[in-house]
């Protein structure tokens, strides 16, 4: 009977077994670890649209600088700034606002809406008089003011002007003074909403 041989591969098949195992393994991890990046790379992206959406859209932090607004915020404060609020309704009288300030960049004045559109601003002897009033509910103001400036005479705003006054009115740029003067809607980037910092003092900020 003729011999057959057969070509046994055998142990060769055994010892190359363990190496693909071991290729799959790295390969495998390596899929496992770009699987890995990749996750975090979307996750922090959605993490700063979410924020970016946020800071647009929503609401802003803001710090206190300055003692304009005593005693109703405190040099230091810190605040968030509500941005959606005039996208659905006007502007309220004694408003809590923050604008940008004219010709520097980054930043901003937070200051209280008095006069709205449309309405005659007057300071005499140191008190805001509306349409001729006396605005007699303006309970905000630390003290009587010594400086009329621009409201010495009778302003008149416009279809879309708001006047505005620092609640520390003898310390405040503001409407009184050209750097600010009347402001348009499109300049207010948003109403104080709430006070972060510091801790003792966090809650809403009181507009009405």
Known sequence: MPEIRVNDDSDNYLQEFPRTRRRKRVAGRKKSVFRELLGWVIYIGLILLFSWLIVTFVGQRTKVIGQSMENTLQDGDQLITDKITYRFRDPKRFDVVVFPVLFEENTYY?????????????????????????????????????????????????????????????????SRYPKVGNLTRKQLLGRAWVRIYPFSKMGFVKHE
């Open 110 to 174: 937070i200051k209280r809406i008095i006069g709205l559109p449309g309405e005659t601003v007057q300071i005499i002897d140191g008190f805001v008089y509306i349409d001729g009033k006396k605005l007699t509910n303006d309970v905000y103001g630390k003290e009587v003011m010594t400086f009329a400036g621009a409201a010495e005479t009778p302003i008149v705003l416009g279809d879309d002007e708001y006047f505005v006054l620092g609640d520390n009115r003898n310390n405040s740029t503001d």
